[in-house]
């Protein structure tokens, strides 16, 4: 169940003063349910306090119905009448809040009482000044203008499209010259160490030989000592005479 406050007043001389002991009637659209119980469309009546003041509680509204609110008897001219939703609420709710809808429909009415109105204006900065003055309202300027503006925000577009195109163009080149320098690097990066395994082996190589030839050298140079010394022991031996006749053969030998 939702809790109504209603709340009136009337004018007067001196403003806006309490509309006293006022009669508000109440009464469903249609038929409803209310869990497993069916409510007839019967209304009810309640009056205002001095204050223009009461308080109703109703079942909230669904789809099938709205309620009819009317304020005042036959005899007061200013008797008036509203269909309204209620929302399931907690809370109470005040009936100047209620949407309006049509009983025929449930629809929200398009137009709840207040007239529609518009401003004039005579050119496209003159409707955007009177807009922000007057944001309740609806500003209307002449098409040319519109046209005019219109091709040139179309205009905008197109050469901001252009822009872009001719960035994105250039961003594709670099991208490409980026992946090139990428590959040509990575091709020079593989020769480089092609030919530096090469020098390395080409190094193994010779180093392998020279050893070969230092060993061949050193072997020579020995054998060469080692006959040498062979021989000088011979004439060691020969040194050595026996008698005179002897040492002059030797000397002439």
Aim: charged share 20%; with cysteine; glycine share 4%.
């Amino acid at each position: 169940m939702t809790k109504i406050n209603f709340d009136f007043g009337k004018p007067s001389a001196g403003g806006i003063v309490d509309l006293s002991n006022a009669t508000v009637s109440v009464i469903p659209t249609e038929r409803f349910r209310n869990d497993s119980r069916i409510v007839v469309r019967e209304g009810f009546e309640v009056a205002l306090d001095t204050k223009g003041k009461a308080t109703v509680t109703v079942p909230p509204t669904d789809n099938t119905f709205c309620y009819e609110v009317t304020v005042g008897l036959d005899t007061d001219l200013w008797k008036f009448r509203r269909y309204v939703t209620v929302p399931d609420s907690t809370t109470a709710v005040e009936f100047a809040d209620l949407v309006d809808v049509d009983s025929n429909t449930l629809a929200p009415a398009l137009n709840s009482g207040a007239a529609l109105t518009y401003l004039l204006a005579g050119s496209l900065s003159e409707a955007q000044s009177m807009s922000a003055a007057n944001p309740g309202q609806m500003v209307f300027y002449p098409e040319g203008q519109a046209k005019t503006v219109a091709s040139q925000i179309l205009e905008d577009l197109t050469d901001t499209r252009a822009v872009v195109e001719a960035q994105s163009a250039v961003a594709a080149q670099a991208a490409n010259a980026a992946q090139a320098a990428s590959d040509a690097s990575q091709a020079a990066s593989a020769q480089v160490t092609a030919v530096a395994d090469s020098i390395t082996e080409s190094k193994t190589v010779v180093e392998s030989h020279a050893n070969e030839a230092l060993t061949a050298i050193d072997e020579a140079v020995k054998s060469v000592q080692d006959k040498a010394s062979d021989v000088s022991g011979e004439d060691g031996t020969d040194a050595m005479p026996t008698d005179s006749a002897d040492s002059a053969s030797s000397q002439e030998a």
